[in-house]
């Protein structure tokens, strides 16, 4: 500094030293105090990006994540994305984990405001929770759901709601594990005040999630948790999604009905999920039972995806149908690789790799891939028609998936169980504890209209699905399109 | 073993473990000179992948800020590796001007730095979900142009067939490391570089622009992850925004094994996870990532240092 001032010719005594230093001491006080706060401005935004980009912000145009406080005031409408900022706490609401945590150490305002919530039930429209994976590996089928589920909601609510009361459904991400279903699952129980939840995506989610709604009364619809024992978790948990052991046995007759010949049989399965797992169970049950001769058992996990070795594996067996359960991903890849690698026999695919997403793993090596599935876009029946005009308007060309159909169903289910209990005694005079007690009592007893075609439960929970589709891939020139045409 | 399924194992562990340790590389390259581990690496890795599938004129899925979009145009595989490799390497350089460099400056303790650099990697991982949505993205079935799925290593009658995807993998890889070990080793640049990491105030002091050097580093560094994510993107999948991240992973461990800050290090690293994964039996290869780091403590058991890690002199 005083150098600057020699060099700009000014006077240099003890006077103006001191008085140039204190300036620039202040000038680096104001510096580092604005350096500072835009540091501060910038983590906070990291940080809102960081989660409220992977909540409220992972699809756009989709839900946000509602701006609950501890007050428990109701919740926001889907799709209202400005609503979390006005708030002025959207980072708090990113935050599933958070609020639970802080619903948990304050039982006595949550209480009150569930009575609260109950009463002004009658006049706004009713809250559903969807909690299914947005985010993470199993993105790509929690995202099916989530469309589904719009589509859905949209749907009633053009069509009058609850006897003219609106839904409004809650969306809380998941993600694609078992702590992140926990979170979602009290968050909507707590602080969104849901009447009921379709949710969530992976049978694993649904063993540790599941069991929280049940002790909280909260009735549960899984649109997509079709392992062994999902009915059984508790009295509030019901599936409109059929069990593995009902629908896997139907595409191996397909394969049969292709190639009566097939002898040798190679199975392979996720072995870190317990959907796959208990799939491939049914898989190999079924092929013993057809006398066929299962000649292998490999193992992968959802999260490789470099399977030379299994390919290479199998192919040695020289099998004539190869049986794969895992997600779209990591099977896609492993239909793709077998294919590279030279197979040229039939393929079964689990309920995993019932979407379109596959295409885009597997492109060409795609076509001619066999599944079984609980919905058909081909299914000629009027709901299925207006389900899919519904969808076109969301995603055009597109033909639904299973997991679109599932979620629609999930939430057509809890509004027409609604509409019959607000027939028989008016829900919005009822507290929400009773609701959600009387809406399970309901569900379980109605008969369904659905994209799925016609369901209903048994009184533990499972479906009764009348029909079940087999599917064969087949791709368009293009490599990267491609159609499930209804074989069975 | 058979003799099929020996070289088949062989071929894909050196393919893999050479896409391995050139993303380990990009590490290395920042640890030298910096001291720090940029977790953020694993980020760039899985953006590179997106550059080059959007330069050979793949489109956006339906979800995601930019859905059904796609470039007017789509290059040749080869020169979209290098060009999404070079913007790969140009966002590190981004990365470096604003998450370490204002750390540096202040003196901030690496851990600081560490945890800056794990904030860029989850902001980046998110902004390309919030732009492409979360769904995988293959590079179309014709992308080596002209190869067949798989290449015959074998007769006729007694076929080794390995994907042509993994023979490109280690061609691609087996080219990069010679360059750069060119680079780093016989060129001016490669010598001012190794200055800078031996000792950045000596350097600035012999009148080298350390800054520049850094700059260069993170470049360098960022251009190895795209390449590497480009090349396991086009084998297999981009499995969406997170499929750096279990990479990220086995990248540490490959630098870890190999020795912190050794080039010839991350290289073996590399190849000796590579092989152990791919010669791993079928039954277990769910696995592999459980193999990799075990590999990695026996070997820290033995050689704290790394299979070509120096021992570090602490001067008092």
């Not at chain 1, 020289?318 to 890849?333: C, E, H, R, T």
């Given at each position: 500094?005083?150098?600057?001032?020699?060099?700009?010719?000014?006077?240099?005594?003890?006077?103006?030293?001191?008085?140039?230093?204190?300036?620039?001491?202040?000038?680096?006080?104001?510096?580092?105090?604005?350096?500072?706060?835009?540091?501060?401005?910038?983590?906070?935004?990291?940080?809102?990006?960081?989660?409220?980009?992977?909540?409220?912000?992972?699809?756009?145009?989709?839900?946000?994540?509602?701006?609950?406080?501890?007050?428990?005031?109701?919740?926001?409408?889907?799709?209202?994305?400005?609503?979390?900022?006005?708030?002025?706490?959207?980072?708090?609401?990113?935050?599933?984990?958070?609020?639970?945590?802080?619903?948990?150490?304050?039982p006595?305002?949550?209480?009150?405001?569930a009575?609260?919530?109950?009463?002004?039930?009658?006049?706004?429209?009713?809250?559903?929770?969807?909690?299914?994976?947005?985010?993470?590996?199993?993105?790509?089928?929690?995202?099916?759901?989530?469309?589904?589920a719009?589509?859905?909601?949209?749907?009633?609510?053009?069509?009058?709601?609850?006897?003219?009361?609106?839904?409004?459904?809650?969306?809380?991400d998941?993600?694609?594990?078992?702590?992140g279903?926990?979170?979602?699952f009290?968050s909507?129980i707590?602080?969104?005040?849901?009447?009921?939840?379709v949710g969530?995506?992976?049978?694993?989610?649904?063993?540790?999630?599941?069991?929280?709604?049940?002790r909280?009364?909260?009735?549960?619809?899984?649109?997509?948790?079709?392992?062994?024992?999902?009915?059984?978790?508790g009295?509030?948990?019901?599936?409109?999604?059929?069990?593995?052991?009902?629908?896997?046995?139907?595409?191996?007759?397909a394969?049969?009905?292709?190639?009566?010949?097939?002898?040798?049989?190679v199975?392979?399965?996720?072995?870190?999920?317990?959907?796959?797992?208990?799939?491939?169970?049914?898989?190999q049950?079924?092929?013993?039972?057809?006398?066929?001769?299962?000649?292998?058992?490999?193992?992968?996990?959802?999260?490789?995806?470099?399977?030379?070795?299994?390919?290479?594996?199998?192919?040695?067996?020289?099998?004539?149908?190869?049986?794969?359960?895992?997600?779209?991903?990591?099977?896609?890849n492993?239909?793709?690789?077998?294919?590279?690698?030279?197979?040229?026999?039939?393929?079964?695919?689990?309920?995993?790799?019932?979407?379109?997403?596959?295409?885009?793993?597997?492109?060409?090596?795609?076509?001619?891939?066999?599944?079984?599935e609980?919905?058909?876009?081909?299914?000629n029946?009027?709901?299925?028609?207006?389900?899919?005009?519904?969808?076109?308007?969301?995603?055009?060309?597109?033909?639904p998936?299973?997991?679109?159909?599932?979620?629609?169903t999930?939430?057509?289910?809890?509004?027409?169980?609604?509409?019959?209990?607000?027939n028989k005694?008016?829900?919005?005079?009822?507290?929400?504890?009773d609701?959600?007690?009387?809406?399970?009592?309901?569900i379980?007893?109605?008969?369904?209209?659905?994209?799925?075609?016609?369901?209903?439960?048994?009184?533990?929970?499972?479906?009764?699905?009348?029909?079940?589709?087999?599917?064969?891939?087949?791709?368009?020139?293009?490599?990267?399109?491609?159609?499930f045409?209804?074989?069975? | 073993?058979?003799?099929?399924?020996?070289?088949?194992?062989?071929?894909?562990?050196?393919s893999?473990?050479?896409?391995?340790?050139?993303?380990?590389?990009?590490?290395?390259?920042?640890?030298?000179?910096?001291?720090?581990?940029?977790?953020?690496?694993a980020?760039?890795f899985?953006?590179?992948?997106?550059?080059?599938?959007?330069?050979?004129?793949?489109?956006?899925g339906?979800?995601?800020?930019?859905?059904?979009?796609?470039?007017?145009?789509?290059?040749?595989?080869?020169?979209?590796?290098?060009?999404?490799?070079?913007?790969?390497?140009?966002?590190?350089?981004?990365?470096?001007?604003l998450?370490?460099?204002?750390?540096?400056?202040?003196?901030?303790?690496?851990?600081?730095?560490?945890?800056?650099?794990?904030?860029?990697?989850?902001?980046?991982?998110?902004?390309?979900?919030?732009?492409?949505?979360?769904?995988?993205?293959?590079?179309?079935?014709?992308?080596?142009?002209?190869?067949?799925?798989?290449?015959?290593?074998?007769?006729?009658?007694?076929?080794?067939?390995?994907?042509?995807?993994?023979?490109?993998?280690?061609?691609?890889?087996?080219?990069?490391?010679?360059?750069?070990?060119?680079?780093?080793?016989y060129?001016?640049?490669?010598?001012?570089?190794?200055?800078?990491?031996?000792?950045?105030?000596t350097?600035?002091l012999?009148?080298i622009?350390?800054?520049?050097?850094?700059?260069?580093?993170?470049?360098?560094s960022?251009?190895?992850?795209?390449?590497?994510?480009?090349?396991?993107?086009?084998s297999?999948?981009?499995?969406?925004?997170?499929?750096?991240?279990?990479?990220g992973?086995?990248?540490?461990?490959?630098?870890?094994?190999?020795?912190?800050?050794?080039?010839?290090g991350?290289?073996?690293?590399?190849?000796?996870i590579?092989?152990?994964?791919s010669?791993?039996?079928?039954?277990?290869?769910?696995?592999?990532?459980?193999?990799?780091?075990?590999?990695?403590?026996?070997?820290?058991?033995?050689?704290?240092?790394?299979?070509?890690?120096?021992?570090q002199?602490?001067?008092?």
């Amino acid at each position: 500094m005083q150098a600057n001032a020699w060099s700009l010719g000014l006077r240099t005594d003890v006077t103006v030293t001191v008085n140039i230093r204190r300036r620039f001491k202040m000038f680096k006080m104001f510096r580092r105090v604005r350096l500072g706060s835009i540091t501060a401005l910038a983590i906070g935004a990291m940080l809102l990006v960081a989660c409220g980009g992977e909540l409220a912000t992972a699809i756009p145009g989709a839900p946000t994540i509602e701006p609950t406080t501890a007050a428990g005031i109701a919740t926001t409408v889907s799709g209202a994305a400005d609503t979390a900022v006005a708030a002025g706490n959207t980072a708090v609401s990113g935050a599933g984990t958070v609020i639970s945590e802080a619903a948990t150490a304050l039982p006595t305002t949550v209480a009150g405001a569930a009575t609260s919530i109950a009463g002004a039930l009658g006049s706004g429209p009713i809250p559903i929770g969807i909690g299914v994976a947005q985010t993470g590996a199993v993105a790509l089928l929690g995202q099916e759901e989530v469309t589904g589920a719009q589509v859905a909601e949209k749907f009633f609510n053009d069509k009058g709601g609850v006897n003219g009361t609106q839904i409004k459904l809650i969306f809380q991400d998941t993600a694609g594990d078992e702590a992140g279903a926990i979170n979602a699952f009290q968050s909507l129980i707590n602080q969104g005040n849901v009447v009921g939840i379709v949710g969530p995506t992976l049978s694993q989610q649904a063993f540790s999630a599941d069991p929280i709604a049940d002790r909280a009364h909260v009735p549960v619809l899984g649109p997509s948790n079709t392992a062994k024992g999902i009915p059984q978790i508790g009295d509030y948990i019901a599936r409109v999604s059929a069990p593995v052991a009902v629908v896997a046995p139907n595409a191996i007759d397909a394969a049969l009905g292709i190639n009566p010949n097939i002898k040798n049989v190679v199975v392979l399965y996720a072995q870190d999920d317990a959907f796959s797992k208990s799939e491939t169970g049914t898989f190999q049950d079924t092929v013993k039972a057809k006398g066929l001769n299962l000649t292998q058992v490999l193992t992968f996990s959802t999260k490789d995806t470099d399977f030379q070795k299994q390919a290479t594996d199998t192919i040695s067996q020289k099998p004539d149908l190869v049986i794969v359960s895992g997600l779209a991903q990591d099977g896609g890849n492993l239909v793709k690789q077998l294919r590279d690698l030279g197979y040229k026999g039939l393929i079964i695919g689990g309920n995993g790799l019932n979407t379109a997403n596959v295409f885009k793993v597997c492109q060409a090596q795609c076509d001619g891939l066999i599944i079984a599935e609980a919905y058909s876009p081909e299914a000629n029946t009027d709901m299925n028609s207006q389900f899919k005009e519904a969808m076109k308007a969301k995603q055009g060309d597109k033909p639904p998936s299973q997991f679109n159909a599932q979620a629609f169903t999930g939430v057509q289910v809890f509004v027409e169980a609604l509409k019959s209990l607000d027939n028989k005694s008016k829900i919005s005079g009822m507290s929400l504890a009773d609701l959600r007690t009387a809406l399970n009592k309901e569900i379980l007893a109605g008969k369904y209209d659905t994209p799925l075609g016609s369901i209903s439960f048994t009184p533990e929970g499972e479906i009764n699905q009348a029909k079940f589709y087999v599917a064969q891939i087949k791709m368009n020139p293009d490599g990267t399109t491609g159609t499930f045409t209804y074989i069975k | 073993m058979d003799l099929t399924s020996f070289v088949q194992s062989l071929l894909n562990g050196l393919s893999i473990g050479s896409v391995y340790a050139i993303f380990a590389l990009g590490y290395t390259l920042v640890f030298s000179i910096l001291g720090i581990i940029n977790f953020a690496h694993a980020a760039v890795f899985t953006l590179g992948a997106y550059f080059t599938y959007a330069l050979v004129g793949g489109a956006v899925g339906f979800n995601g800020l930019l859905a059904n979009k796609a470039l007017p145009f789509g290059l040749p595989f080869a020169l979209a590796l290098i060009l999404g490799s070079v913007l790969a390497g140009l966002v590190a350089v981004i990365i470096e001007v604003l998450a370490f460099r204002p750390l540096r400056a202040k003196r901030a303790d690496p851990l600081l730095t560490l945890v800056s650099s794990l904030g860029v990697a989850i902001l980046i991982t998110n902004l390309i979900q919030y732009l492409v949505g979360a769904e995988p993205y293959s590079f179309p079935s014709n992308t080596y142009e002209g190869l067949p799925p798989a290449i015959n290593f074998g007769t006729p009658n007694s076929p080794i067939p390995i994907r042509s995807a993994q023979v490109v993998i280690f061609g691609v890889s087996v080219v990069i490391l010679v360059i750069l070990t060119f680079i780093i080793n016989y060129t001016q640049f490669g010598k001012a570089l190794r200055a800078v990491a031996e000792d950045a105030t000596t350097a600035s002091l012999l009148g080298i622009n350390t800054d520049f050097y850094i700059l260069l580093a993170f470049f360098l560094s960022g251009f190895l992850g795209g390449v590497a994510g480009t090349l396991v993107g086009s084998s297999v999948t981009i499995a969406g925004p997170y499929f750096g991240i279990s990479f990220g992973l086995k990248g540490l461990a490959v630098i870890v094994l190999g020795g912190l800050g050794s080039i010839p290090g991350a290289v073996a690293g590399g190849l000796v996870i590579g092989l152990a994964e791919s010669f791993l039996p079928a039954e277990l290869s769910s696995y592999r990532d459980a193999v990799a780091f075990a590999v990695l403590f026996i070997v820290l058991l033995i050689r704290p240092r790394g299979l070509l890690g120096r021992t570090q002199i602490q001067k008092v």
